[in-house]
């Protein structure tokens, strides 16, 4: 798998959660449901309006092998105006912290982010000198501004 390192200091980010369940794979259904969602009731067109380089990002945040579960977030950088989103309900913020990550971009479907998710850490990480460093997993999602839709993506794993 091709990937570039890259470094980038910690920042804010902002955006709608879900809790979801790893039992048998439920996250491969539940987190694509949620995107569905976000982007019916128009939460995504809100947050990609605010955007910074970064793009929309889907971001694991908690996962607890224990409880088998995760927290993600539909997430963008934080905006510097604290009144951007006030028809947005339910929003949480989080913070991303300075990592070192191996960055694996895809200009194909979004819908192969599942894979491309399983060839990461059964063939990839097997292959490298490099371990996950424990912080959050980022998605994230390139908008073509003139049609609104995604046109790439890149996942973001930190590694050590």
């Given at each position: 798998m091709e990937?570039?390192?890259n470094e980038k200091p910690?920042?804010?980010v902002v955006g709608r959660q879900?809790?979801?369940s790893t039992v048998g794979g439920n996250q491969f259904?539940?987190?694509?449901?949620?995107?569905?969602?976000?982007?019916?009731?128009?939460?995504?067109k809100q947050l990609a309006k605010e955007m910074s380089d970064l793009g929309v990002m889907g971001i694991t945040l908690d996962y607890d092998e224990e409880a088998e579960s995760i927290d993600y977030l539909i997430a963008i950088e934080k905006p510097a105006k604290?009144?951007?989103?006030?028809?947005?309900?339910?929003?949480?913020?989080?913070?991303?912290?300075?990592?070192?990550?191996?960055?694996?971009t895809e200009k194909g479907p979004v819908s192969r982010i599942?894979?491309?998710?399983?060839?990461?850490?059964?063939?990839?990480f097997p292959a490298v000198d490099f371990e996950h460093a424990?912080?959050?997993?980022?998605?994230?999602?390139?908008?073509?501004?003139?049609?609104?839709?995604?046109?790439?993506?890149?996942?973001w794993i930190p590694v050590n």
């Open positions: 990937y570039t390192i910690g920042f804010a879900i809790s979801v259904q539940e987190i694509p449901e949620f995107w569905q969602q976000v982007m019916e009731d128009g939460s995504f604290n009144d951007a989103f006030q028809d947005l309900p339910n929003l949480v913020e989080a913070a991303i912290p300075a990592s070192t990550w191996a960055v694996f599942s894979s491309i998710y399983q060839q990461i850490y059964q063939e990839w424990g912080t959050p997993d980022l998605e994230i999602y390139n908008i073509d501004h003139s049609t609104g839709e995604i046109s790439s993506f890149e996942i």
